[in-house]
């Protein structure tokens, strides 16, 4: 894959242990990524683990790759967070406790621990190849990082889409992320669902992917997006795919659009 990012040669792969995709139409100045869209957990770890699928998948970000594959770069986690978390750094990426519960039965094996930080660490060496490689092309680029979250848990009203700025450059960077909350705000999905859009309201854009991305590359900007799961039902696993298809089908035409800005504000 580095090779082939290095000589900026289209492609389309899935890492040889299927841990992430990777799609590269054309060296675009923007990529979309879904580090939580994964929902696989190896097999070696089955007997060590306390949670069931369906409370892994709870925590996870289904259909977050599916609402932005129709852009010309996209790269997502194909593991679940509870093998190894994308979005945290090396250190903290293998859980020991997730929401409140033990994830593993005991010790886990330190070879287990191992395996699933090599699956983070060579991650992390694609998606410094790719973002240099088009920083080298464009001089700067945009990162759509998409998440999603569970919108039930919380007792108060809640945005359907959120911004989580507090790691950017806001003094540079953020007037870009008030007009890509108006423009998020614009998006009108299924079944009356309300076409809110905050900044910092559920959560403030602290993941890894975000801060290694903005602290190595000083002309990227990482737009943390999270959507409601508006789009299935939390409780019971169901999806919407009319809902997931809204999303889909507006953000196409909207973060070409953002890119715009971006690159006039440059």
């Given at each position: 894959m580095i090779g082939l990012i290095r000589a900026e040669k289209p492609f389309e792969a899935v890492a040889e242990d299927y841990s992430f995709r990777i799609r590269v139409q054309d060296y675009a100045p923007y990529v979309c990524g879904a580090v939580h869209d994964g929902h696989q957990f190896r097999r070696s770890l089955w007997e060590h683990c306390t949670h069931t699928a369906y409370e892994r998948w709870y925590e996870e970000d289904p259909c977050t790759l599916e609402m932005v594959q129709d852009h010309p770069i996209v790269i997502a986690g194909c593991d679940s967070r509870f093998e190894y978390d994308l979005n945290r750094p090396p250190e903290t990426a293998v859980y020991e406790d997730a929401w409140g519960k033990a994830l593993w039965k005991g010790k886990l094996p330190?070879?287990?621990?191992?395996?699933?930080?090599?699956?983070?660490?060579?991650?992390?060496?694609?998606?410094?190849?790719?973002?240099?490689?088009?920083?080298?092309?464009?001089?700067?680029?945009?990162?759509?990082?998409?998440?999603?979250?569970?919108?039930?848990?919380?007792?108060?009203?809640?945005?359907?889409?959120?911004?989580?700025?507090?790691?950017?450059?806001?003094?540079?960077?953020?007037?870009?992320?008030?007009?890509?909350?108006?423009?998020?705000?614009?998006?009108?999905?299924?079944?009356?669902?309300?076409?809110?859009?905050?900044?910092?309201?559920?959560?403030?854009?602290?993941?890894?992917?975000?801060?290694?991305?903005?602290?190595?590359?000083?002309?990227?900007?990482?737009?943390?997006t999270e959507i409601a799961k508006v789009y299935c039902d939390e409780h019971t696993g169901v999806i919407f795919p009319e809902v997931v298809a809204a999303a889909r089908r507006q953000l196409k035409e909207l973060i070409p659009l953002q890119l715009q800005e971006f690159q006039q504000i440059l």
């Open positions: 330190d070879a287990e621990r191992a395996k699933s930080l090599e699956k983070h660490h060579r991650f992390y060496q694609v998606v410094h190849a790719l973002v240099a490689k088009l920083e080298e092309k464009h001089g700067a680029v945009l990162v759509v990082d998409m998440h999603s979250y569970n919108w039930k848990r919380w007792d108060r009203p809640v945005p359907t889409w959120n911004l989580g700025t507090s790691n950017i450059d806001n003094a540079r960077f953020g007037g870009i992320m008030e007009s890509w909350r108006a423009r998020l705000s614009q998006i009108e999905l299924p079944h009356d669902i309300p076409p809110t859009a905050l900044i910092n309201d559920t959560f403030y854009g602290n993941g890894y992917f975000l801060k290694y991305l903005t602290a190595t590359f000083s002309n990227t900007l990482v737009m943390a």
